[in-house]
């Protein structure tokens, strides 16, 4: 390493010459590369954007400058060269470095982000207030293909073209989302990509730039020229034209020099939004990752001479689990159809999408238009099932208010990673989808408690005439109880776990799991907790509730959510609405954004994790009887 150790920011990186730059970016590669083969995170993407990221800082003067990067998974480059390569090491790890944008890190980083097309809207506001306050700088939004799917981004476009604020987009385009980009505007890139202009274009405005002085030309000759060059190389930008902005491209984004180039000719643009096209390749630069970037977006520990995980596991996920099961649903039943928001892989869809092409719905990254899109599929006679990671469904709300559960039509939403999620932190973690959706009217809201229960739940929820979210942590938990009556789950209907007469605990998901735990610890010294798993969380079992408030049962719930709005201050509601004892103690998340860490670690911040359980039902027992 000779020349990243360097690096102290930004102003480092503009001192470098073009070659100096070349043996930076491949510095770059290698840390990223292993750090991230230690530590898990986002590897191809941030493999693609390392030229991109040091021709950006070249030529922008960040944090004066605003770079803005969608999503923000793919900004390990610009922490390395902001200052932050001391910490690196500790990426996505427990109170170390974030996997995200994150402010509290440093002032390079503008937001705390990782939901998709965000970028051109809050790149738009700051411009807005930026020319409003007479101030000078420039805002770029850096976004990708992928995220370019996404309704937001025009949205924000059609919005950014109207008006005249300097403003500028990169779009960072690899033909990737995750995996392989769908939709008519990845075919629409394409033809950008193959048009000859591509080839013809780039090295006329190389000749162009190359002719250029960029110091001494009044300003507005070199707008003129810029315009005019703009307007005869290239036609096939018109979608973005159209828009309002003025289209340049496509560029080589692993040529930092032409990068840098461009961008210095960008700022010269003062009257219009301009986006400016760069072809990147995903897992540049390492021969394991480029040929099958989707297996390197987001990976845990591997080791890099064969890509292998480190620690190799062959239990199910949750995913694997829903995913199986809601094809051999498919097998059976015609109706059923599945559509993913871009995230096929991550949500179990991949065997889905293989056995049944025809009916498997790719939308790109648009969930509002996925839940939108499923109930036209269920109004006409189908059975879609939406599979999503639980925080991106909160782009969808009114999507599942309005147009489904108002509609009250049968579609299914198969909410993975809900709860803690770990390393990728608080723009992931899924611990808002039960107050989010546990007031809706018309809707069945699962979650169940281990992967045989996923499955019971994918197969009840056929018989659920009306709109259903199923939602289950990321992680896979096997079966490790039964319930005491041998009955199979049915919707509406609780099972008991565990008896016991001091006190019954009311849980769902994981924390049906903990609270076993819990229960065999305090028997050991003779407490006797029962344990419900209450996984049909609406309709609820409202025959078992009474049964308790009956006997006057101490009633604990524990969930891994928010607890404002959640199970158990519905449980609390239920006891002052039945005229029954209070609740001994109501368990879950805080009220606040929760960091990233393994999940072990962020239950354990929590009081969640099972002795954690145990010793909060004692001490709540204590005071009740001292009460
Ligand atoms: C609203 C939302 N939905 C889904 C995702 C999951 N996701 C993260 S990155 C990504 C692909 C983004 O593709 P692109 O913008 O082309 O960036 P690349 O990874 O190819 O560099 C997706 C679908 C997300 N972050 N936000």
């Not at 030229?51 to 998974?73: M, N, Q, W, Y």
């Not at 003062?270 to 099958?292: C, M, N």
């Not at 305090?522 to 419900?532: F, M």
Request: a negative charge.
């Amino acid at each position: 390493m000779a020349i990243l150790p360097a690096i102290h920011g930004p102003e480092d990186v503009k001192k470098l010459s073009i070659s100096e730059c070349r043996t930076l970016a491949s510095e770059i590669r290698q840390t990223i590369i292993d750090t991230v083969s230690r530590q898990g995170g986002h590897l191809a993407s941030n493999l693609g954007d390392v030229e991109l990221t040091i021709a950006l800082h070249r030529a922008f003067s960040s944090p004066t400058d605003k770079i803005i990067f969608d999503v923000g998974h793919q900004i390990y480059a610009h922490k390395l060269l902001t200052g932050r390569q001391e910490m690196f090491h500790t990426l996505r790890s427990y109170k170390g470095m974030s996997g995200f944008p994150c402010r509290a890190e440093s002032e390079h980083d503008l937001f705390d982000t990782g939901h998709s097309s965000t970028a051109i809207s809050m790149a738009l506001g700051l411009a807005r207030a930026r020319d409003l306050k007479h101030e000078d700088y420039h805002v770029v939004a850096v976004v990708g293909d992928g995220a370019l799917t996404g309704g937001m981004c025009y949205e924000a476009m059609n919005d950014a073209g109207n008006g005249k604020n300097r403003l500028i987009v990169i779009l960072n385009d690899n033909e990737m989302s995750i995996s392989q980009n769908v939709g008519a505007l990845s075919e629409y890139f394409k033809h950008l990509r193959a048009s000859a202009s591509w080839y013809g274009g780039k090295k006329r405005i190389k000749h162009y730039l190359q002719r250029i002085p960029l110091v001494g030309h009044p300003i507005a000759n070199l707008i003129e020229k810029a315009k005019n060059m703009v307007k005869s190389v290239v036609t096939e930008g018109e979608l973005f034209e159209a828009l309002g902005f003025r289209y340049l491209g496509p560029f080589d984004g692993h040529n930092i020099d032409e990068m840098t180039r461009v961008f210095e000719e960008a700022k010269q643009v003062s009257d219009t939004p301009l986006l400016i096209h760069v072809i990147t390749k995903k897992g540049y630069g390492y021969d394991l990752a480029e040929p099958q970037p989707e297996k390197f977006q987001g990976v845990a520990p591997f080791r890099v001479e064969n890509g292998l995980k480190r620690n190799q596991s062959s239990k199910e996920s949750a995913a694997q689990a829903a995913g199986r099961a809601l094809t051999a649903l498919a097998e059976r039943d015609e109706r059923v159809v599945a559509v993913t928001a871009a995230m096929a892989g991550g949500t179990g869809l991949a065997g889905f999408a293989e056995a049944y092409p025809e009916r498997f719905f790719d939308v790109g990254i648009a969930e509002q238009h996925a839940v939108r899109m499923a109930e036209g599929l269920a109004r006409a006679g189908m059975r879609p099932y939406f599979a999503v990671y639980a925080t991106f469904l909160q782009r969808a709300y009114d999507q599942i208010v309005h147009d489904v559960c108002l509609q009250n039509v049968p579609v299914t939403i198969l909410a993975d990673h809900a709860a803690l999620v770990g390393d990728d932190g608080k723009t992931h973690h899924g611990v808002l989808s039960v107050p989010m959706v546990l007031n809706i009217p018309n809707l069945t809201l699962l979650a169940p408690r281990d992967t045989d229960d996923i499955r019971a739940a994918v197969e009840a929820s056929i018989g659920v005439e009306g709109p259903c979210v199923i939602e289950y942590p990321k992680d896979g938990i096997e079966p490790y109880a039964k319930p005491l009556d041998g009955k199979a789950p049915e919707v509406g209907s609780w099972q008991t776990l565990r008896e016991g007469a001091d006190a019954t605990v009311l849980a769902y998901g994981r924390m049906t799991k903990h609270a076993m735990q819990a229960a065999q610890l305090l028997a050991e010294e003779g407490i006797q907790i029962g344990v419900i798993d209450a996984w049909s969380l609406r309709p609820m079992d409202m025959a078992c509730l009474c049964a308790l408030f009956d006997k006057k049962a101490r009633i604990i719930t524990i969930e891994e959510g928010e607890l404002i709005g959640g199970f158990g201050a519905e449980i609390a509601r239920l006891c002052v609405e039945h005229g029954a004892q209070e609740p001994a103690a109501i368990l879950g998340l805080p009220n606040r954004f929760i960091a990233h860490g393994s999940v072990d670690q962020l239950l354990e911040e929590c009081g969640l994790k099972p002795e954690q359980i145990a010793q909060r039902i004692r001490l709540a027992l204590a005071e009740k009887n001292d009460g």
